[in-house]
């Protein structure tokens, strides 16, 4: 596709549900980034991916969090048992090459967890 | 700790004006620095950057001024124009190959735009 596409939109998960989220990064791109952006805040980093290798995933805030991007294009993002400051828009982006090309983002996933 | 930091939460200026947006950081580890826009309901887009071997870095009506000393950069868009009126995130990370790999970035917490008629 022409740039990076998320799914769903949006999503309302029960508190305890787990949830994953999808990123199809634009095609050819070997960075994939996940970030977090809570309500009134920046994007805070999550995970980063080169390719299949996850070479940080220093920002993921607990272990019920977990990203994968088995054969190096698509990327899912997986909350297990969802809690309420969970909430938030979570946005996915590429880039090109590595080093500091501009990366391209999503539209983002709102979660909303009640 | 925000290492990235906006302080102006919202700025109004008149169409035709100049915006000038600011950003202050902490980590001297950061080399390069960019410019977000954001629309509702839509995710960034990258708008200029610059990394630290230059203080200025133009495109077309954008420009960004980087005092490395000070810790500070800011975002001029002149003329100001009402399709401009956004959230501005200022964005920070240290230069790729002192890490060998692409850089996260470190977000400031942003500046509404709203440029009036």
């Known amino acids: 596709g022409a740039g990076v596409s998320q799914s769903p939109r949006y999503k309302v998960a029960k508190r305890g549900q787990d949830v994953a989220l999808r990123c199809d990064p634009i095609?050819?791109?070997?960075?994939l980034f996940w970030y977090q952006q809570a309500l009134g805040q920046g994007p805070e980093f999550l995970t980063y991916?080169?390719?299949?290798?996850?070479?940080?995933k220093s920002g993921l805030p607990s272990d019920r969090f977990f990203a994968e991007r088995p054969e190096g294009s698509v990327s899912t993002l997986k909350i297990q048992r969802t809690q309420q400051e969970d909430s938030a828009v979570y946005l996915c982006a590429s880039s090109l090459m590595l080093g500091n090309t501009e990366a391209f983002f999503g539209q983002g996933t709102r979660l909303t967890v009640v | 700790d925000q290492q990235v930091k906006q302080n102006s939460p919202s700025l109004s200026v008149q169409e035709g004006r100049i915006s000038i947006l600011n950003c202050d950081y902490t980590n001297s580890m950061f080399d390069y620095f960019l410019w977000y826009k954001k629309y509702p309901a839509e995710g960034p887009t990258f708008l200029i950057s610059?990394?630290?071997?230059?203080d200025k870095n133009e495109d077309g009506r954008f420009t960004v001024f980087l005092n490395k000393s000070a810790k500070h950069l800011s975002l001029h868009i002149v003329p100001s124009q009402p399709g401009d009126s956004a959230v501005y995130f200022c964005?920070?990370?240290?230069?790729?190959?002192?890490?060998?790999?692409?850089?996260?970035?470190?977000f400031g917490t942003g500046t509404r735009l709203q440029v009036t008629l």
């Open positions: 610059i990394s630290s071997i230059k």
């Open positions: 095609s050819g791109h070997v960075s």
């Open positions: 964005a920070a990370s240290p230069l790729a190959y002192e890490t060998g790999t692409a850089s996260k970035l470190t």
């Open positions: 991916f080169q390719n299949e290798a996850q070479l940080d």
